[in-house]
């Protein structure tokens, strides 16, 4: 028999659920167990008093962030080496990382994966990028673990466990680790980044994007730039909207601390940067990367970041000296480099921006700023000359200098996707010797990590050189926090956290390192430290279009590093059994955390049959588009790449008064488009903006509805193993031929990784300038639908 309080019962009764909700919140929020998220709620008081105003309501139970948990700011830049920045000894002047470095900490043994998503996914979760699945990019994601591209259901991001423990969250610009052919309106959305932790997201999902027309994404909703705002540049944007955002969450709830993750596009290719910032670095360059290295090490020693007595590792053998350059390739390079310099502080200014916003609100000493200067060394993804269209590299197309010089005025702007030198990039890396892509080398894992946290750091203005890992960032920031790593989410038990919170490091200069071990691995470069040695092997240079062995025949290189800051003497041959020692280890950690087998392909695990992930159109030879179907990833549209095909467009026009795009894909940097100009079928296929193929319709189309069709014959005799290959594009309307050309070369491996297929219209850069951008290029008759059929 149910029991009936009288009031007073009621009372009393209420009285103790009063006292629970408020040792659940407030000063007694350290007795929540936060290892198991969601937190559980407390179980709500039972009444039997029939009416309200005779009984108390308790107390509201909600979770809250710790006592004193401070805001956290991680700050990420693209694509930026060890020795490029300012604070680190580079020409790259970034004064707002020097403020936070001088009133904080700086960090020059913190390493990286030496590729972008892996960082990312390591940075954002604690665990390393295999554990997360993310052994490369996610476009070149295959069925093995360690590399699916999917992350486990036991592993939850630090922005997710944040979330859970009471903070707003919040994320902008470059994502990167959304599976490719999750990126549709179909979804699903559990690894975009607002089912990954952030309640807030503005940036773009893929791996680079145009700074001046970008494909942006906010929340799970796709658009573009403003078309009026002429000076649009993509960090400024994502900076103006992430301080509106922390300025409005700080109003409406000024005890809720806040995550946030900004991770600039920049300094990522295309280096576009507006022109006043590019002119501050005018002849700067003219002495050549070779002077350059000596000058930064120079400056890195003075200022304490490397050792005295550091010597400045070899160039890779491919890089030519400075002075054996012809005057037309020194023009050329020097202007790349003023083109990387400008973006790289124009990135920093914008970054002082949002630090000043954190001013503002008086929540800068409050407030962990974990600036992180690279996801990985610099880029030599650009090759010995450099590129004008970064697509170049993608597709095995090279550009000459004769080719690039035409363009110099261009460089930084609109009309270019561009990339610097290689050489640019190991002396962006000094003093190490390789780059991006090398993660058997620091050139390619180091970089410099800046600290600022008034109320959390006494120290200021110093240098720690305790070994870290990106995969420290997430346990730092929980314990910044006060929060633990969980043991549990959803139900599903999480694996052990896989990195060492650096904290211990803020005021103990002297503090033995609590990393010890550290693996590496990217498309076969790999390597290991462990207590002060490091062993590692260059299967593959970022420009060399295969490795240079086999896996099993690799030659290993050993330094002593806890000596040798540069990695400069390799001492292989002088101590083979700590290098057998060491490869062992490597092989331990290798099978502990996924890494085999391991998969040295690149550029051809672009296409999802050969990599073996899954494919949005699995395996559909036909697709049928509809107007309003925009914005979609190259990856969530079928391949048209290597192969004939025919589009088939149902419309319905009044002669010469139509105009626009039927359908399109990729745009000014390459691409393709059916389309019609004043009642005049036309297919433009333009090849990596390097070259345009227009086939033109021979007739205007009379009133009425219409069958346009474009049928392309591929000749796969004309290419490198059947990819890249020409052939004949013809030109019908109602079964009647109209036109027909020629087209020479096709994209082998990509269109675009930020331009997209629209139908109805062409929403980024437009594939053919004569249709023009934006609204104008919309079709102004009725669109029925297109069908794209593989033949």
């Known amino acids: 028999m149910r029991h009936r309080w009288t009031s007073a019962s009621t009372r009393a009764h209420w009285i103790s659920v009063s006292l629970v909700a408020c040792l659940t919140q407030g000063l007694g929020a350290q007795n929540l167990d936060r290892s198991v998220l969601p937190i559980r709620e407390p179980a709500p008081p039972v009444y039997s008093e029939l009416d309200a105003r005779n009984a108390k309501a308790p107390g509201r139970w909600d979770v809250k962030a710790p006592e004193g948990a401070p805001n956290v700011v991680v700050v990420l830049i693209d694509d930026i080496g060890f020795g490029h920045s300012s604070a680190f000894g580079g020409p790259c002047v970034m004064p707002t990382l020097e403020k936070l470095a001088n009133n904080g900490l700086k960090y020059n043994r913190f390493h990286t994966t030496a590729l972008c998503s892996p960082t990312r996914t390591a940075l954002l979760t604690g665990y390393n990028h295999h554990s997360n699945n993310a052994g490369a990019i996610m476009e070149l994601a295959t069925a093995f673990p360690g590399n699916t591209g999917v992350r486990p259901q036991s592993i939850t991001p630090m922005a997710e466990v944040l979330r859970l423990n009471g903070y707003s969250t919040s994320a902008w610009g470059k994502y990167h680790e959304t599976p490719p052919w999750e990126v549709s309106v179909s979804g699903p959305f559990d690894r975009w980044p607002t089912r990954s932790g952030f309640d807030e997201f503005y940036g773009f ?40 955002w922390m300025k409005s969450q700080q109003s409406l709830t000024p005890d809720k601390p806040f995550f946030m993750y900004f991770a600039t596009g920049a300094t990522h290719a295309p280096h576009h940067a507006p022109k006043e910032w590019i002119e501050k670095y005018k002849g700067k360059f003219d002495k050549g990367w070779d002077e350059l290295r000596n000058e930064t090490l120079a400056k890195q020693i003075e200022l304490g ?46 970054v002082g921006r949002l630090v000043q916003g954190i001013a503002d609100l008086g929540e800068l000493d409050n407030t962990l700023i974990i600036y992180v200067v690279g996801d990985n060394g610099a880029s030599a993804e650009g090759g010995m000359l450099g590129m004008f269209n970064e697509g170049t590299y993608f597709n095995g197309v090279a550009e000459s200098t004769e080719f690039m010089l035409g363009k110099i005025d261009q460089w930084g702007g609109p009309e270019c996707f561009n990339h610097f030198a290689a050489g640019w990039a190991v002396a962006g890396n000094t003093p190490f010797t390789w780059t991006k892509q090398v993660a058997s080398n620091f050139g390619g894992t180091r970089n410099g990590v800046v600290c600022h946290w008034p109320k959390g750091i006494k120290a200021k203005g110093q240098v720690r050189d305790q070994f870290h890992h990106v995969v420290d960032l997430a346990p730092t920031v929980f314990e910044a926090a006060k929060v633990p790593a969980p043991k549990e989410v959803n139900g599903v038990k999480q694996r052990p956290i896989e990195g060492v919170s650096m904290a211990y490091s803020f005021d103990a200069p002297e503090a033995s390192d609590r990393r010890k071990t550290q693996y590496f691995e990217i498309a076969g470069n790999r390597a290991v430290y462990h207590d002060g040695w490091f062993a590692g092997t260059i299967h593959k ?43 062992a280890l490597f092989t331990k950690e290798a099978i502990e955390h996924k890494v085999l087998p391991i998969d040295d392909r690149t550029i051809e695990r672009f296409d999802p049959n050969v990599a073996g992930r899954p494919d949005l159109m699995d395996g559909r030879t036909k697709l049928t588009v509809y107007p309003g179907m925009v914005y979609m990833a190259e990856n969530a549209f079928i391949n048209v790449k290597n192969t004939s095909v025919d589009m088939i467009a149902e419309v319905e026009v009044q002669g010469d008064k139509n105009h626009g795009v039927l359908v399109a894909q990729g745009g000014r ?123």
């Not at 086999?550 to 002593?560: A, C, S």
């Not at 000596?563 to 059994?577: G, H, I, R, T, Y």
């Open 541 to 583: 240079a970022p420009w060399e279009a295969q490795p240079r062995h086999r896996l099993t025949d690799d030659v290993w290189e050993l330094y002593h590093v806890e000596e040798d800051f540069s990695m400069s003497k390799n001492l292989a041959a002088q101590n083979p059994e700590k290098l057998k020692e060491l490869q």
């Open 205 to 244: 999902i893929g791996g680079e994007t145009n700074q001046w027309d970008p494909m942006i994404v906010h929340g799970t909703a796709s658009m573009r730039k403003p078309e009026d705002q002429e000076d649009y540049h993509f960090t400024t944007d994502m900076t103006t909207r992430a301080i509106a």
């Open 305 to 350: 970041v490397v050792p005295k007595g550091t010597k400045l590792a070899p160039k890779p053998e491919a890089i030519k000296d400075w002075k054996d350059l012809s005057d037309d390739e020194k023009r050329l390079f020097a202007r790349q480099m003023e083109v990387f310099a400008g973006f790289a502080s124009h990135t920093d200014h914008e």
């Open 669 to 791: 940097f390459g691409g393709w488009a059916l389309w019609v100009d004043h009642g005049k079928p036309m297919y433009t296929y333009n090849f990596l903006g390097l070259e345009v193929f227009r086939i033109e319709g021979n007739e205007t189309m009379s009133d009425g509805k219409h069958t346009i069709k474009m049928a392309f014959d591929y000749d796969k005799t004309s290419g490198v193993g059947g990819r890249g290959a020409g052939g004949q594009a013809m030109l019908f309307v109602d079964g009647k031929k109209v036109g027909q050309g020629a087209i020479t070369k096709t994209h082998a491996n990509t269109f675009s990784l930020d331009d997209t297929a629209d139908t109805g219209a062409d929403t980024g850069t437009p594939v053919d300038e004569a249709y023009g951008e934006g609204r104008k290029n919309a079709f102004n008759g009725q669109l029925k639908q297109v069908s794209i059929e593989l033949r």
